[in-house]
């Protein structure tokens, strides 16, 4: 069973930055996709950035893109999000998850197992 538990959450002014880590279980977290999803209230649940097993491919939503990076340590079986320039808009719930592939995903079909999620909230 994997499981996959953020940290880092936490609430801060319009500026300001974060770095949200998830810690995962299992042997074969280096062999997997990682992702950051959030979801506002009211709203879906939209992607925020993925990256591929290795480290070497990244992708972002457009209204991160520039602010926000996605990393990993395979040895610690950890995914970061950093997360700079903080915006009102950034305000949501923020979960991890892991792809069913090496590869990064952006759908989220293409991810079967979720962390609960750790609270974001930026005020301006």
């Known amino acids: 069973q994997v499981q996959l538990v953020e940290s880092g959450g936490g609430s801060v002014q319009a500026g300001g930055s974060l770095r949200l880590s998830c810690a995962a279980s299992g042997r074969t977290f280096n062999t997997y996709g990682m992702g950051w999803f959030r979801q506002a209230p009211g709203k879906e649940r939209e992607f925020v950035a993925g990256?591929?097993?290795?480290?070497?491919?990244?992708e972002y939503a457009d209204s991160v893109k520039g602010r926000f990076t996605i990393s990993r340590d395979n040895a610690k079986n950890t995914v970061y999000l950093q997360m700079n320039s903080l915006k009102p808009e950034d305000t949501a719930v923020y979960y991890c998850?892991?792809?069913?592939?090496?590869?990064?995903?952006?759908?989220?079909?293409?991810?079967?197992?979720w962390g609960r999620g750790t609270q974001v909230t930026v005020s301006s």
């Open positions: 990256i591929s097993w290795s480290g070497g491919t990244t």
């Open positions: 998850a892991r792809a069913a592939t090496m590869a990064v995903m952006v759908s989220e079909s293409g991810y079967n197992y």
